[in-house]
């Protein structure tokens, strides 16, 4: 007899969903019972979360979970996108709504903390891919703030939404490990880097680990989603690339995964961080991972550039369906011109095509002439972007690698999962596109006995359960490597 079904709550940069996952005869099912937009929100010259509207979506997500499971569920567990927080005033109130990791108040910040801190120093300590928004750069450039100076609690995004839920605060450490504050050797806070950049440590709440418990659903939170009391909540790989990380369906070690949806984030599962000047240089990242895990991967600007053009043209009128749109973009000229999708300078918002134009101009190279010349060159770089990584995981890593995995929403797309394929040589397996939620649900479920073993048991559960598609690569290399030497210097490798 199986038990009640677990709730996983994934907020991803374009949609939140709630999804119910259940363990029965040797595999895992997953429903989702509740998805919703996330909308961005830009006000007063700052771009933020709408994040009561994403609370709202998750009560009514667990509402929703609760009516298609009887009432009961056998807990929760939240992950989200990473790098951002709340600030809570003394009483727990919040002080203001999170700033969106796209925000521009981060602009030129990373050069004012390398005066404090070089670069080299940073990475060594922390291990972390220099990206604008990682959140030791918000916090600096939150200084002085109002805001920030009446602050007493810093809680990130998923930690939020735990704590609202349950009335109890820590720090997820898969996710802690994206602020740039934690030494991936020793899994802890970096107390240095925190001292060398006036930031106060004692606003994060007490660390806690995927499978750790967060809380009960309070009595007014049971009372508003119909739900029966007591529901645990479990803290998961609350990042969710961590989530999805844990949700890849590998056979044995010998593979790489990339995790697209809103980003690419494609790289290797070790279990030791790389912390030295050459992965600095390659932009690698160290991300902590479930189960002493370390997550090595490259940030690779992933399918916002799509979901940016497709936004664009919608405003626009005209063709902006994102299946027709694949399919023209399938029939169009291979490799006709690429950019460099790792480029800092696609990360904010607003005239996506016109940018990736100019980018081809830049590079010598021909302009998209329509929409589905645009969807082939976004396309095209990612598949490139997404060679150019796995090949610099396995260098810097010295891990073999035999087979690519591709989870997360772009699993769907088959022309970015043969096009992957096909740039770096190699089989891809494309699905599970909900592996967070897959992560999330099986972190829970050992935490409460439901499974027991380690990563290679979870994703046994998934291999048995999970319908996964298999592209074996095709063409010619040498074109991919062609088209790299077009935007080389500036990409990663
Ligand atoms: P996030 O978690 O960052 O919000 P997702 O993992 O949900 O992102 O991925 C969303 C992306 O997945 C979409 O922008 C879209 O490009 C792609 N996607 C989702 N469904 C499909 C589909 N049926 N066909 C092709 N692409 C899809
Ligand atoms: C993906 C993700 C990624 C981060 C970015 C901010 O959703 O968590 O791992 O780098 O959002």
Not at 76 to 97: E, K, T
Not at 160 to 179: D, I, P, R
Not at 400 to 416: F, K, S, W, Y
């Amino acid at each position: 007899p199986t038990g009640p079904p677990f709730a996983a709550v994934d907020l991803g940069a374009s949609s939140g969903r709630v999804m119910l996952g259940s363990l029965a005869d040797g595999g895992l099912s997953l429903r989702e019972v509740h998805r919703f937009p996330n909308r961005p929100v830009r006000a007063g010259g700052t771009l933020h979360w709408d994040i009561l509207a994403l609370y709202q979506g998750v009560l009514d997500g667990l509402r929703a979970a609760g009516r298609a499971a009887g009432g009961r569920l056998a807990g929760v567990g939240i992950d989200s996108w990473a790098v951002d927080y709340g600030l809570l005033d003394g009483s727990g109130g919040l002080l203001g709504n999170p700033v969106h990791y796209r925000d521009a108040r981060t602009d030129g910040v990373g050069e004012r903390v390398a005066e404090l801190l070089s670069p080299a120093e940073l990475y060594a300590a922390t291990g972390l891919q220099y990206l604008p928004f990682n959140t030791v750069y918000q916090l600096v450039a939150a200084q002085g703030s109002p805001q920030l100076s009446a602050a007493r609690r810093l809680l990130l995004i998923p930690d939020l939404m735990a704590y609202w839920l349950t009335g109890e605060q820590g720090t997820e450490l898969t996710n802690a490990s994206t602020t740039q504050l934690i030494d991936p050797r020793t899994r802890d806070w970096s107390s240095g880097v925190a001292r060398t950049l006036g930031i106060d440590l004692g606003l994060f709440p007490p660390l806690r680990g995927p499978g750790d418990p967060a809380g009960r659903l309070l009595p007014e939170v049971l009372a508003e989603t119909g739900l029966t009391g007591p529901v645990p909540v479990t803290a998961v790989g609350s990042h969710d690339t961590a989530s999805a990380v844990a949700g890849v369906p590998a056979a044995d070690e010998r593979f790489a995964y990339i995790a697209t949806g809103t980003w690419s984030l494609a790289g290797v599962e070790l279990d030791a961080p790389v912390l030295g000047e050459e992965s600095r240089r390659a932009n690698f990242t160290n991300e902590l991972g479930v189960d002493g895990t370390v997550r090595y991967l490259r940030n690779i600007m992933g399918l916002w550039l799509l979901q940016e053009c497709l936004r664009e043209w919608a405003a626009d009128g005209g063709p902006s369906e994102l299946g027709p749109l694949l399919a023209a973009a399938g029939r169009a000229t291979p490799l006709r011109s690429v950019v460099d999708a790792g480029d800092p300078e696609f990360i904010a918002p607003g005239r996506m095509p016109e940018r990736i134009a100019a980018a081809c101009r830049r590079t010598g190279q021909p302009e998209p002439r329509d929409r589905a010349e645009t969807v082939r060159c976004v396309l095209d770089s990612l598949a490139l972007a997404h060679r150019a990584a796995v090949f610099d995981a396995r260098r810097l890593s010295g891990r073999v690698v035999d087979t690519v995995h591709i989870v997360g929403g772009g699993a769907h797309n088959e022309l970015l999962c043969q096009l992957t394929a096909d740039a770096c040589g190699l089989p891809v397996v494309a699905g599970p596109a909900e592996a967070a939620a897959l992560g999330n649900v099986l972190v829970q479920a050992r935490a409460a006995g439901a499974v027991t073993g380690g990563l290679a048991e979870l994703r046994a559960l998934l291999r048995a359960s999970q319908r996964l598609r298999r592209h074996e690569p095709s063409g010619d290399q040498a074109a991919w490597a062609e088209a790299a030497a077009r935007i080389a210097g500036r990409e990663g490798s």
